[in-house]
């Protein structure tokens, strides 16, 4: 293949062209799962749609029952949870690729079956729950294969882009939304938006066939010669499998192996008893993790994504769809200064601030929403959008990207698969919660809902302060180390360095020196004795 044999200087290395690929068509991942979150909020108010799947009601018109809203815009998150907790599965089964085109598949089938549906709002919901499988699929494997496949060179931003295009993919279902509301009495309206859907995925489930599988996967199942020619291609040296550059590569994953395989695989119980490892803090990471990720969802940023529309309808606002479209552009856009601040002021102050950012907001949506009905009042109506701009905007930069930070870096190796699963499973758990319940607080307790976010929100800047280490900076060993330190406490880990350096980004050379000396001599024996034999 041509494009294996290219490759570009990134930070005074070369990258493969197909790695730049790689990371191009996986992010198609993050996109489908931000297009699906974002579609329903302005279908939900389509008169088509309503006239199909609403209830009628008592004057003969049609309107969504709360609970019934909440199935058929919850029961996706149910199927994401389960996607997620087997998307780790099928992936060691099948390998990264085929198992990310696995994923693409269900979400078809599911995109499909709503397509198909009529007037049974039964039909539509379990369209959505098979969508869903496979959307919380590709929301395990696609960050999996990104981190895997991507030389460190561009690992940062390719990584990071599957956050963007989950926030891109939202705008684009508004886009979308807004295009199409002129025809909303037709039910072409929510079946082209769906449709599109399906036109989007293609591109992964096709696009993924045609670059290198996983070259961690296939060493893992001992295809050494298989992970060289992968690694030889994602840094355009399909021709020179031999380069030093590739040689590097294959002895740094050959030692994170063998290191995982002396440390072993921990089991699910493990994850919060500890019991047969002597790893510190194990328990506390992975509730940490699973607390970090539920807390992004009960921020509230689902309240206006799922139910921004619905809310800005019945707050008197004359272009809901459009209101709502703001709200995605500004996500897009702050998600940008997110994945710059995430490595210049850390972990731990931009979610702490955050939160607190975030609550003070929610807290004038509420008191403004609540104290003067909007639909009695335009400056209401405006402060609430306000409001939850605000409030998007702090979140796009903050609780957006870097929970998904935070759990690829605080569990130790030989649990870090399952904890991370735990810790997607909470995220898709808070993510039901919130859209099964909210059309149900909607309707009881209406702007007063947003008091409960001001509370949750608080509650996730105590976590953060109390519990989470400042990691930035270091690598995952360190940061191993820097939990087990039973002296040091979360709130004065910023000033922790590891061992043998000056700062965290500084080593102390005479140490460095003695250290990569001995390392070199044991490398060089287990190649030998390694991945050399089963390559010849």
């Known amino acids: 293949m041509v494009l ?79 996607g997620a907790l087997s998307g780790a599965y099928t992936a060691d089964w099948w390998g990264r690729r085929k198992s990310l085109s696995f994923g693409v598949v269900i979400f078809i089938i599911g995109n499909t079956i709503q397509i198909t ?13 098979v969508a869903g499988l496979g959307v919380g699929n590709l929301s395990v494997g696609v960050p999996m294969f990104q981190s895997e496949c991507s030389p460190r060179e561009i690992r940062g931003g390719v990584v990071a882009s599957y956050q963007l295009m989950i926030t891109f993919g939202i705008l684009v279902s508004n886009i979308i939304n807004y295009g199409v509301r002129t025809i909303e009495t037709s039910d072409a309206s929510w079946r082209i938006v769906i449709g599109l859907g399906i036109f989007f995925s293609l591109p992964l489930g096709l696009g993924i066939l045609t670059v290198p599988e996983s070259p961690r996967w296939m060493a893992s199942h001992e295809d050494w010669e298989g992970a060289r020619i992968s690694m030889a291609r994602l840094r355009g040296m399909r021709d020179d499998p031999q380069n030093p550059l590739v040689e590097e590569d294959l002895r740094e994953m050959y030692e ?34 699973i607390s970090v990720h539920f807390l992004q969802q009960w921020t509230g940023v689902n309240y206006f994504f799922y139910y921004g529309a619905t809310i800005f309808k019945s707050a008197g606002i004359d272009d809901p769809i459009q209101t709502q479209l703001i709200l ?20 731990r102050w931009p979610l702490f601030l955050g939160a607190l950012w975030q609550a003070s907001w929610l807290l004038v949506f509420a008191v403004v929403g609540t104290v003067i009905p909007p639909d009695t009042s335009k400056t209401s109506g405006i402060v609430l959008i306000v409001s939850a701009c605000m409030f998007i905007a702090s979140f796009a930069g903050t ?22 699963s735990l810790a997607t499973a909470g995220n898709w758990l808070g993510n039901f919660m919130i859209s099964f319940l909210t059309p149900l607080a909607d309707a009881g307790i209406s702007y007063s809902y947003g008091f409960v976010f001001v509370g949750t929100n608080l509650a996730a800047a105590l976590i953060v302060w109390f519990f989470l280490y400042e990691s930035v900076g270091l690598s995952l060993e360190n940061v191993d180390l820097m939990y087990s330190q039973d002296k040091l406490k979360p709130w004065a880990s910023a000033g922790w360095t590891p061992p043998g350096y000056t700062t965290r980004k500084q080593r102390d050379e005479p140490t460095h020196i003695e250290n ?9 024996v287990e190649k030998r004795e390694g991945y050399v034999a089963s390559s010849v």
């Open 4 to 82: 294996g044999k290219k490759s570009i200087r990134v930070n005074g290395a070369e990258c493969g062209v197909e790695a730049l690929l790689l990371g191009a068509t996986t992010s198609i991942g993050g996109f489908l799962f931000g297009y699906d979150t974002g579609q329903i909020s302005a279908m939900l108010l389509f008169a088509d749609f309503v006239d199909r799947f609403g209830q009628e009601q008592p004057d003969g018109t049609k309107a969504w029952v709360p609970i019934i809203k909440s199935l058929v815009v919850s029961l996706m998150s149910i199927g994401t949870l389960i």
């Open 117 to 129: 549906a009529m007037r049974s709002w039964v039909h539509m919901m379990m369209g959505r729950f």
């Open 256 to 289: 994170i192996i063998q290191k995982e395989s002396r440390a072993g695989v921990g089991t699910w119980l493990e994850c919060f008893t500890g019991s047969s490892a002597s790893i510190p803090k194990i328990c506390y990471r992975t509730l940490l993790g």
């Open 328 to 347: 995605g552009a500004v996500n897009v856009a702050l998600t940008f200064y997110g994945l710059y601040i995430v490595e210049k002021y850390g972990r």
């Open 399 to 420: 609780w957006g990207p870097m929970a998904w930070v935070v759990i690829g870096e605080i569990f130790p190796l030989r649990t870090r698969a399952k904890q991370a």
């Open 516 to 524: 990569v000396s001995s390392s070199e001599e044991k490398i060089s």
